[in-house]
């Protein structure tokens, strides 16, 4: 790979027409330790060789640069803005190619996406933007979008995203979606949920627990993991949840969002009450199943099973914050399941009224009780006239 960080290198500093000590220039004095304080545990060499790390976040920044926009050129939305297909590279590039796009970029994707692998926003900012000489908010808006569309998310989000911390940041506030979104607008302003006693009041019943007791789970109308709602209805409670797809990405990408939010005081912690939210609500293989045939769990990575053991992984020394709007939408569900009725109200609908077939039966079999006991009971009038 370093190898393949110095031809992106290169292919920068050409198309650019600036060479490295330009940017090291540029990225002298402010801007080098802004850079440096980003990291915790920093080793000292790289203070003593300021130059010396100059040179390497460059070449990272460069090839992360030309990763998203040969991404997005192969996609065919940035082609004009880049130079063709591919950012000009060869079209059996290992990495720059539509070839790299499917076997090797969803690699480097998942490496991208790992806490430790983050590379400041100030620095992809900076190289574009004395790259392409353009001013600082229309530089943010592009690398967002650059990374939205390399990360396969909602291409129309960027523009709402503001200025991100680094890729990771990037991800996570489009799995947030809107900051005013009425239901879970805000959560604990603390990165760390202190450890509390659970029990099993605390916990909330599974999703096929839920669909027992008369609660139809249903999809969002958005994407965004705030978007969870209970409402209780006359007839049964409706539970929305925002879809979530299930693969080999699953697990290293809400582990490390999930780490970030531990480890930045302030910024909150929507996506840990979010996966405790889902480690409550599935069990075993039943639930992923049924979440499935609901469309809300996007299963591929294999069995039903396979997919409720990884989600369940995710839910180790995590809680959710009973301040929170998710803490109160999932006690309505909750306290919904704890009344007798409602479970007796959806037993009776699922046994009796799961197929229109089970229903017309139900239904023939009252009419015909009450034809015979009106049969019955007619013939005992006249039975008693005649008697009479």
């Not at 790289?46 to 090839?63: A, S, T, V």
């Not at 993991?225 to 699953?250: E, K, Y």
């Not at 990408?253 to 302030?266: I, S």
């Not at 929170?324 to 009344?339: G, Q």
């Amino acid at each position: 790979m370093e190898a393949h960080k110095s031809r992106a290198l290169i292919r920068f500093l050409n198309r650019s027409r600036k060479c490295m000590d330009y940017y090291i220039h540029v990225l002298e004095g402010a801007v080098v330790e802004d850079l440096m304080d980003a990291y915790d545990g920093l080793d000292p060499k790289w203070r003593e060789d300021p130059k010396g790390f100059l040179r390497m976040m460059i070449r990272d920044g460069c090839f992360m640069l030309e990763l998203l926009r040969a991404s997005s050129a192969l996609s065919s939305s940035f082609g004009n803005d880049i130079g063709g297909q591919g950012g000009g590279y060869a079209d059996n590039d290992p990495i720059f190619s539509n070839h790299g796009k499917l076997h090797m970029m969803p690699y480097i994707k998942r490496d991208m996406l790992m806490l430790e692998n983050q590379l400041p926003m100030l620095l992809l900012t900076t190289l574009l933007s004395e790259e392409e000489e353009m001013i600082d908010e229309k530089v943010d808006e592009k690398v967002n979008k650059l990374i939205v569309e390399f990360c396969s998310l909602d291409k129309q989000c960027y523009l709402e995203l503001g200025k991100c911390k680094h890729v990771l940041d990037v991800y996570r506030k489009v799995l947030l979606g809107d900051d005013n979104h009425p239901k879970l607008a805000k959560l604990l302003a603390s990165s760390w949920l202190p450890e509390r006693p659970t029990t099993g009041d605390d916990i909330l019943p599974s999703a096929t627990h839920l669909y027992e007791a008369g609660i139809s789970i249903q999809k969002s109308g958005t994407e965004s993991i705030r978007d969870i709602s209970f409402h209780a209805g006359i007839f049964n409670g409706v539970l929305r949840i925002p879809p979530l797809i299930v693969d080999d990405i699953t697990e290293p990408l809400f582990l490390n969002l999930m780490a970030f939010e531990r480890f930045h005081v302030g910024i909150g912690n929507d996506v840990t009450s979010y996966i405790s939210f889902m480690v409550d609500l599935i069990d075993d293989e039943r639930d992923v199943s049924h979440l499935h045939f609901r469309e809300i769990i996007l299963n591929a990575c294999g069995s039903g099973r396979a997919a409720a053991k990884l989600i369940n992984s995710l839910g180790k020394d995590i809680s959710l914050d009973p301040d929170s709007p998710l803490f109160s939408e999932r006690s309505k569900a909750r306290n919904y399941c704890k009344r007798r009725w409602n479970r007796w109200r959806g037993n009776l609908v699922h046994t009796y009224f799961k197929s229109p077939w089970t229903a017309i039966s139900l239904i023939a079999a009252i009419l015909l009780f009450g034809l015979t006991f009106f049969d019955v009971l007619f013939n005992n009038i006249i039975f008693n006239k005649q008697q009479s």
